[in-house]
């Protein structure tokens, strides 16, 4: 092989582990939004022995986008949820969910709630209850597996604010 064959080879290489690096650092966040026609749901669950005081089943329905013009893995999304401005729950749930290159997707985010480790919680529920809604915000950390590139992590931040539905 000749000289300048073996340059424009070294060249060539250098090029495209360059445009690999440039890659990561453009690779941007999937961005969360309310998921509009499904509404959000809280329901109220009954005392029983492992909820002394009762809780709540939550069910947040998200429309997850990749901004990025190559697809990627949404890995985990660890965080907390926030009911009328009281922690709720902690969040950290193992996702695995791949996000072709800008599409999006509709998922269901599913959480419980014991209302005996949070007292403070049950009260400002009770009081929403007169509106049959609960204002509620996720702030989290989002990681993604990036495919041939790095894995990321972005956040926290807040993902995702809105209104839950009661349900009786």
């Known amino acids: 092989m000749s000289t300048a064959r ?3 080879l070294a060249v060539g290489f250098a090029m495209a582990l360059g445009a690999c690096a440039t890659l990561r650092q453009i690779m941007q ?6 998921a509009e026609g499904r509404s959000s749901e809280l329901r109220l669950l009954p005392p029983s022995a492992s909820r002394p005081l009762g809780g709540a089943a939550i069910r947040i329905w998200s429309r997850v986008e990749n901004p990025n013009p190559f697809g990627l893995t949404l890995t985990r999304l660890a965080g907390n949820l926030l009911l009328e401005g009281e922690h709720a729950a902690e969040l950290d ?3 695995g969910l791949p996000l072709t290159a800008r599409q999006d997707t509709v998922i269901p985010l599913d959480l419980n709630v ?3 480790e949070l007292p403070e919680l049950a009260g400002a529920l009770r009081n ?3 509106r049959n809604e609960v204002a509620y915000r996720l702030v989290g950390t989002v990681a993604v597996d990036g495919g041939p ?3 990321a992590s972005f956040g926290p931040s807040t993902l995702l604010n809105g209104q839950l539905r009661i349900l009786r």
Do not use: G, Y
């Open 93 to 95: 749930l193992p996702l």
């Open 128 to 130: 929403a209850l007169t």
């Open 29 to 34: 966040p999937p961005v969360f939004q309310v």
């Open 6 to 8: 073996l340059l424009r």
């Open 114 to 116: 014991s209302f005996s």
């Open 149 to 151: 590139l790095e894995d």
